[in-house]
């Protein structure tokens, strides 16, 4: 149950995070106010999404025991 917990988070967790990222490519002026750097925010957002994605395929292939049985890849 916590791991299905943690696997919606993270997945709610990426798909913010993209959305983030389209409008900063989309609409720059207005996505990062008062900004001249555009990269940066963008790059940050790209590490966020590096960083949750390699969480969520982490935990998906996390093999534990329950009462004898080895489970693996459950989602």
Do not use: Q
């Not at 490519?25 to 949750?52: C, F, N, R």
């Amino acid at each position: 149950m916590i791991k299905e917990a943690l696997i919606k988070k993270l997945e709610g967790d990426v798909a913010k995070i993209e959305a983030n990222i389209v409008t900063y490519l989309s609409k720059p002026a207005y996505a990062i106010a008062e900004h001249i750097d555009y990269i940066t925010p963008i790059e940050k957002e790209l590490e966020k999404l590096s960083a949750a994605k390699g969480k969520l395929v982490s935990l998906k292939n996390i093999k534990f025991k329950i009462d004898g049985w080895c489970t693996s890849r459950e989602t």
